[in-house]
């Protein structure tokens, strides 16, 4: 376990809401588990079939619905610099699966069991349900893969960053400024129209 001093702003930005101590004045905190994963055996990934977390996502509008971006679509054998995001936020959702950027059949196999675990027909293909489901809370937002996948979602949109799972004063300076180019008002937690201001892909 380890925890990380932060300032009110990171928390607003990214989380919603942390800990702290006011009759201390102690800085506010988190504590993640990032201790190392140990290596998996075939038996242990067999065994990871079913996502842990069964998550039924809450009803969460689409972005996409008024916007001039839409959800990228990505299957087995695609090449795209999203397949990595989508990988970090399969692993904040439990989803055992290897964050190498490449959408081989392991990829597919994960993005599968992730659709069952959601009530999603299987197709082992990520589109707009997907996305929604994976940024809208089936993904454990305080995990440090959840940051991997912002940090990757910022430097694919232009704001390049060390992706190192840590929330720090950089990712919410891209954050915000993310959200100042694209003439947005939003502000606090990360929300799936963020998501797809980063991610999203033009007609």
């Not at 959408?103 to 997907?130: C, M, N, Y």
């Not at 915000?176 to 003439?183: L, V």
Request: aromatic fraction near 4%; proline fraction near 6%.
């Amino acid at each position: 376990m380890k925890t990380f001093a932060l300032t009110t702003s990171l928390c607003v930005a990214l989380l919603g809401a942390c800990s702290s101590n006011s009759d201390t004045g102690s800085p506010l905190s988190i504590t993640v588990d990032v201790a190392t994963p140990a290596a998996t055996s075939t038996a242990q990934v067999a065994s990871s079939s079913r996502v842990a977390t069964d998550c039924i996502p809450p009803a969460t509008p689409d972005p996409a619905a008024d916007s001039r971006l839409r959800w990228p679509t990505l299957s087995e054998g695609d090449n795209s610099d999203r397949i990595i995001v989508v990988q970090y936020l399969l692993r904040a959702a439990n989803v055992v699966v290897t964050a190498d950027g490449k959408f081989g059949p392991a990829s597919k196999g994960a993005v599968s069991r992730f659709q069952l675990s959601t009530g999603v027909a299987d197709s082992g293909s990520v589109g707009p349900t997907e996305w929604l489901n994976l940024v809208g809370g089936c993904s454990a937002a305080d995990s440090p893969e959840f940051m991997k996948a912002l940090q990757a979602a910022l430097g694919l949109a232009g704001y390049p960053q060390r992706i190192s799972g840590e929330l720090d004063e950089l990712t919410t300076k891209h954050l915000a400024q993310s959200r100042t180019d694209s003439g947005s008002t939003i502000s606090g937690v990360v929300t799936p129209a963020d998501w797809l201001t980063l991610v999203g892909v033009g007609d």
